[in-house]
């Protein structure tokens, strides 16, 4: 991949990527494709707001001395999210695989490719597959998670083992699919540009299968992100309402909810991650009206504030009543019910995606979200589901179809690599 961005606008005598004029004519907002505007579009597109722009030439280094990039992170537009099944039994084998991804990781943040794309034997098979050449990095972050499995007596690790890892209690609402669930490694990828994050995870794939060490079990591709970080205008999920509102966004809650910061000192600025693909009813979810719709959410539709306040950011009013006495924030709303105030003070981090798989079985819209979330206690997420699960008044028009859980490791430093100090 090239450093260069591949936006619209290019430095004088370079010749402009057809990708950087389609980014151009997106931002421009018109149906009809403008080649002259397009060409006259800045390489940071700013589709929202002034703090919430994208630049393609921007990169995210892996190395570091503290958590992985791609929790703290602001989000991304894209992101390609993977689980894989280990193969080996042979500790030596997973102790290859993460050095040989971190190895990868490093070079694909920085919008390099992975060895020779056209080898010098005629035949040789390449070690990056070469469909991001020329692609900017896009702010790509690849996280990397290990399952309960890695830490048993197959590899020795039991005792290394972080002290809240394992899997999580059956909840309320679960219809899990087998398919979709579990997994001994999970990748997330992110990335301004989709290609850039698929491209990451397909090659990461390739690297497993060669080890023999794993091989993929369940896959999601999301867009457009479904939750808000620091400064970012926030985005929409696909009932169309605003996601993220009241997400952990300042270090100190970053603190105490998400990072580790006891046990063994290499698990510090660890985290562990819980996805669950959120199937939405969304066809049920269209025709049930728009004032019902605020009922469950507890918020306005298009401006987000809560039922009691007038815009999205004033603090919902959960206590507030009507002239009949009733109040104006259901109790089983969904804000009601996943605020920190009725759930001992617990937070967690959201860095949801949504996602959609075409059309199903019954020929009904096939999507929803990609929930996934960062907590320093797999605890605190099973006591809002639980919560959620058993009352909220959207279980109507959703599911819980996938689950899993990792230990997210902190980030190596240079020349390392991932969970380095579990083998040693």
């Not at 936006?7 to 005598?13: D, E, F, V």
């Not at 270090?251 to 510090?268: I, K």
């Not at 320093?376 to 809002?384: C, I």
């Not at 819980?400 to 190596?412: D, K, L």
Request: include cysteine; glycine fraction near 10%; proline fraction near 5%.
């Amino acid at each position: 991949m090239s450093k260069n961005g591949s936006g619209s606008q290019n430095a004088p005598g370079r010749e402009m990527s057809r990708r950087g004029l389609l980014l151009g004519a997106a931002s421009a907002g018109s149906m009809a494709f403008d080649w002259r505007a397009a060409a006259a579009a800045p390489a940071v597109a700013n589709l929202e707001g002034e703090e919430d722009a994208i630049d393609l030439t921007q990169s995210i280094p892996f190395y570091g001395t503290g958590e992985q990039a791609g929790i703290s992170t602001p989000m991304q537009r894209h992101c390609v999210y993977m689980t894989f099944d280990l193969t080996t039994t042979l500790r030596s084998n997973l102790q290859v695989l993460l050095a040989r991804w971190s190895a990868a990781i490093a070079q694909l943040t920085v919008g390099e490719a992975i060895g020779q794309i056209e080898p010098t034997r005629e035949t040789a098979v390449g070690s990056d597959t070469g469909e991001a050449l020329d692609l900017a990095p896009a702010s790509l972050t690849v996280t990397v998670g290990l399952g309960p499995n890695v830490f048993s007596d197959t590899f020795g690790l039991a005792e290394q083992c972080p002290p809240l890892l394992r899997e999580l209690v059956s909840l309320p609402s679960d219809r899990m699919v087998a398919d979709i669930s579990g997994g001994d490694l999970s990748i997330q990828a992110c990335a301004d540009d989709p290609q850039v994050a698929y491209h990451a995870v397909r090659n990461l794939a390739r690297i497993a299968k060669i080890t023999g060490a794993a091989i993929t079990r369940w896959t999601v591709l999301g867009f457009g992100r479904a939750s808000a970080g620091k400064g970012q205008v926030t985005p929409r999920n696909l009932m169309g309402y605003k996601d993220g509102t009241r997400n952990i966004t300042e270090p100190e809650d970053f603190d105490q909810f998400v990072w580790l910061n006891s046990g063994p000192e290499w698990q510090h600025k660890g985290t562990y991650q819980v996805v669950r693909k959120i199937q939405m009813n969304i066809e049920n979810w269209d025709v049930d009206p728009v004032s019902d719709q605020n009922r469950i959410f507890g918020r306005h539709k298009v401006s987000g504030a809560p039922l009691t306040g007038a815009e999205e950011f004033d603090t919902p009013e959960f206590d507030q009543t009507d002239e009949s006495g009733q109040a104006v924030i259901d109790p089983a709303s969904h804000i009601r019910l996943a605020s920190f105030e009725h759930n001992e003070g617990v937070k967690i981090l959201r860095r949801g995606y949504n996602y959609t798989d075409g059309i199903n079985q019954y020929g009904f819209l096939d999507a929803g979200l990609l929930f996934i979330s960062y907590q320093n206690d797999p605890a605190n997420f099973e006591m809002l589901q639980r919560k959620l699960g058993a009352s909220d008044l959207l279980n109507e028009y959703i599911a819980h179809i996938g689950s899993a859980i990792f230990f997210v490791p902190p980030a190596p430093q240079e020349g390392g690599y991932l969970a380095q100090a579990m083998f040693e």
